[in-house]
């Protein structure tokens, strides 16, 4: 749906959107509505976000109200929530996205984001080449990897692309999946699985990032190392992902937040990319899989889980 009269803020997989100039009132309690994929309770980056506004000054329920709108696991109902949102008539509106804001149509460019969109990235297209490098160097018999991707990412088609242009160099043959709800994933997951794969590829996404658990049981029952995204689907159980901090992301998103309410125009905030990725193994995971990670990919490591 179109959020007219709204400034949006891609942060991280975040889409921030302010509502209209009438509602930044000095006198007024500052109103913000964070939607979510996730549940309560089950998101680092949603802890980080509230840190971060913590640490700007922001008390929920004293100095700013915060509108928590949860997905569990799903996108299907951010629409309705975002229709919800406006009729609020919150200020700002927080929102995962997760995709390419340029490719996705969402700003003109990252330094002069144009409309009423901008924020931070997560850079996912960037790194699909590198991982599956990684996801090579640490399985070095690999011939063929399930990809998975999650079709709520508005620049699946671009993963997709990426992920075949270096599969080709790698020597790597994909079969693809596409999957759009969590009711989707445990088929996918059986028709990879039945295509014998050597390893399973997930880019990323918030469907994705919602069900990291049950993604990294899924691999694991089928004995199936699994590459993916940010450290916390590896902490769930995923042998291994390489990407920017989104706890750190989704902190600094807050400085947006803060921007914007005090009077910045989306419009001219330039869109931030990460400047730090981190690679992070399970251990557990490969023990579990029988699978020795060569000293070459562990002495990279950021984070060793054991």
Same mark, same amino acid.
Request: proline share 6%; glycine share 8%; hydrophobic share 45%.
């Given at each position: 749906?179109?959020?007219?009269?709204?400034?949006?803020?891609?942060?991280?997989? $975040?889409? $921030?959107?302010?509502?209209?100039?009438?509602?930044?009132?000095?006198?007024?309690? %500052?109103?913000?509505? =964070?939607? @979510?994929?996730?549940?309560?309770?089950? &998101?680092?980056?949603? !802890?980080?976000?509230?840190?971060? #506004?913590?640490?700007?000054?922001?008390?929920?329920?004293?100095?700013?109200?915060?509108?928590?709108?949860?997905?569990?696991? @799903?996108?299907? *109902? =951010?629409?309705? =929530?975002?229709?919800?949102?406006?009729?609020?008539?919150?200020? $700002?509106?927080?929102?995962?996205?997760?995709?390419?804001?340029?490719? &996705?149509?969402?700003?003109? &460019?990252?330094?002069?984001?144009?409309?009423?969109?901008?924020?931070?990235?997560?850079?996912?297209?960037?790194?699909?080449?590198?991982?599956?490098?990684?996801?090579?160097?640490?399985? %070095?018999?690999? @011939?063929?990897?399930?990809?998975?991707?999650?079709?709520?990412?508005?620049?699946?088609?671009?993963?997709?692309?990426?992920?075949?242009?270096?599969? *080709?160099?790698?020597?790597?043959?994909?079969?693809?999946?596409?999957?759009?709800?969590?009711?989707? $994933?445990?088929?996918? =997951?059986?028709?990879?699985?039945?295509?014998?794969?050597?390893?399973?590829?997930?880019?990323?996404?918030?469907?994705?990032?919602?069900?990291?658990?049950?993604?990294?049981?899924?691999? #694991?029952?089928?004995?199936?190392?699994?590459?993916?995204?940010?450290?916390?689907?590896?902490?769930?159980?995923? #042998?291994?992902?390489?990407?920017? @901090?989104?706890?750190? #992301?989704?902190?600094? +998103?807050?400085?947006?937040? !803060?921007?914007?309410?005090?009077?910045?125009?989306?419009?001219?905030?330039?869109?931030?990319?990460?400047?730090?990725?981190?690679?992070?193994?399970?251990?557990?995971? +490969?023990?579990?899989?029988?699978?020795?990670?060569?000293? &070459?990919?562990?002495?990279?490591?950021?984070?060793?889980?054991?």
């Amino acid at each position: 749906m179109r959020l007219i009269g709204l400034a949006v803020v891609l942060v991280v997989g $975040l889409v $921030l959107a302010p509502t209209a100039a009438e509602a930044q009132q000095a006198a007024k309690t %500052p109103r913000i509505a =964070f939607i @979510s994929t996730t549940s309560p309770g089950t &998101s680092p980056s949603t !802890d980080a976000f509230r840190q971060g #506004l913590r640490d700007l000054g922001y008390v929920e329920g004293q100095n700013i109200a915060v509108e928590w709108r949860w997905g569990y696991g @799903s996108t299907k *109902r =951010f629409p309705e =929530f975002a229709a919800e949102a406006v009729r609020l008539k919150v200020d $700002l509106i927080v929102i995962p996205n997760m995709g390419d804001p340029v490719g &996705s149509g969402f700003v003109t &460019s990252l330094a002069s984001p144009g409309g009423n969109i901008t924020g931070l990235t997560v850079q996912n297209l960037d790194l699909v080449a590198k991982r599956l490098q990684l996801l090579k160097e640490a399985t %070095p018999n690999v @011939s063929q990897v399930g990809l998975i991707l999650d079709t709520n990412a508005g620049d699946y088609r671009q993963t997709a692309a990426e992920a075949e242009t270096a599969a *080709r160099v790698l020597g790597i043959q994909l079969r693809r999946m596409e999957v759009s709800n969590p009711s989707e $994933l445990d088929g996918a =997951f059986a028709t990879i699985a039945g295509r014998r794969p050597s390893a399973v590829f997930v880019p990323g996404g918030t469907m994705v990032y919602a069900n990291r658990t049950r993604l990294a049981e899924y691999a #694991l029952k089928r004995h199936l190392p699994m590459m993916c995204g940010s450290r916390e689907v590896v902490e769930a159980g995923c #042998l291994m992902g390489y990407a920017a @901090s989104l706890v750190d #992301l989704f902190r600094r +998103a807050a400085t947006y937040v !803060d921007r914007i309410l005090k009077g910045a125009k989306p419009a001219d905030l330039p869109v931030e990319q990460p400047t730090k990725f981190e690679l992070v193994i399970n251990l557990k995971t +490969a023990k579990a899989l029988g699978l020795t990670i060569p000293q &070459s990919v562990l002495g990279r490591a950021d984070q060793v889980i054991e």
